[in-house]
């Protein structure tokens, strides 16, 4: 069977890839960019346009078709929406696309829609308020400046500890205040949950506490924590996306406090992988091949780290001029 992943230059996409790397299916590789890394660690690989340009779904949708694709797995944020609302056009041609609602993908792209979402579902999240008007005092501080929409994996997020930092984050964002918020800050270990969410219900849930550098996890340790498990999934009831979702928090005293959903896999699902709850290869085989997810996992660590792999100047070529490589 044949599953597409797209964006495969990416974190999320690399990881998806890797995940199903050791399985029976066929991957496909997708990205716009001719130098993205997993075009060249799939058979097969293809140039496509951008999520923004008018060409993306039936481009799509002629790839789809013409390699039998079975199952398209997105790796990027921006693709989740034209993905989303076309779905019923790539199930007319036999691809499933593993993707979330409208309204879920909406939630997941604007913190403080979703925040006051979860909140009234008694969700713990940081206490937050629009950036625009905030004149912080001595006490404000510190605190986290965010953007509030199409923020994932810390893009543009600053710790705010003091007037100087303040003012040096004013000058970076600019005129675009108005799509920014402020976060009340949660000092605490943060954790980064992965989930399986099929038929209306979730299917798993796993617990990683994570170090991070650059904003992306560096080392991560597989936990199991009760009280943690139990907020992501009141999560996951309240806003049933499909496929993986992502849950990224902070524990303090105890108490868990969700600052992101990712209704998407995420840039450590390899990670959960390697700890036995493969959510890639676990939805496709339920949706596939009609097999109940089922995992084991136990506490233990995941290191990371870059690897190299050389790709001959002819291939690149090849792939710029037919949009599309077969080995």
């Excluded at 779904?57 to 039998?68: A, F, Q, R, S, T």
């Excluded at 009609?290 to 690149?316: A, C, H, M």
Aim: hydrophobic share 40%; aromatic share 8%.
């Amino acid at each position: 069977m044949n599953i597409a992943v797209t964006a495969v230059g990416g974190g999320v996409g690399m990881n998806i890839i890797k995940s199903l790397e050791d399985s029976n299916y066929n991957i496909i590789g997708l990205d716009a960019d001719h130098l993205a890394a997993g075009l060249y660690l799939s058979k097969t690989a293809y140039l496509i346009p951008y999520a923004n340009t008018d060409n993306y779904i039936p481009k799509l949708l002629e790839i789809c078709k013409n390699e039998k694709i079975s199952l398209l797995f997105p790796g990027s944020d921006p693709e989740l929406m034209p993905l989303s609302l076309n779905r019923h056009l790539f199930d007319k041609i036999g691809t499933k696309v593993v993707v979330s609602r409208p309204e879920v993908i909406t939630l997941s792209d604007d913190i403080q829609l979703a925040f006051e979402h979860l909140m009234r579902s008694g969700v713990n999240v940081p206490i937050t308020f629009l950036a625009e008007k905030f004149n912080p005092s001595k006490e404000s501080y510190p605190f986290i400046l965010r953007q509030r929409v199409g923020g994932a994996r810390a893009k543009n997020k600053f710790l705010i500890k003091n007037s100087v930092k303040w003012e040096k984050a004013l000058k970076k964002i600019e005129s675009d205040i108005s799509n920014y918020i402020i976060m009340e800050y949660i000092e605490g270990d943060e954790y980064t949950c992965g989930s399986i969410n099929l038929n209306g219900s979730c299917e798993g849930v796993i617990v990683m506490r994570r170090i991070l550098k650059g904003g992306e996890t560096y080392k991560c340790f597989t936990i199991k924590n009760d009280v943690i498990e139990e907020e992501v999934r009141k999560i996951l009831e309240v806003i049933k996306p499909f496929g993986a979702c992502n849950v990224e928090l902070n524990l303090k005293d105890g108490k868990p406090y969700v600052f992101e959903v990712n209704a998407r896999c995420s840039g450590t699902t390899a990670a959960r992988a390697c700890s036995g709850f493969n959510e890639p290869k676990m939805i496709a085989d339920y949706l596939l091949k009609g097999i109940k997810p089922e995992y084991s996992f136990k506490e233990q660590t995941i290191l990371r780290y870059w690897k190299e792999f050389k790709v001959e100047n002819d291939l690149i070529d090849e792939l710029k001029q037919q949009q599309v490589i077969k080995r």
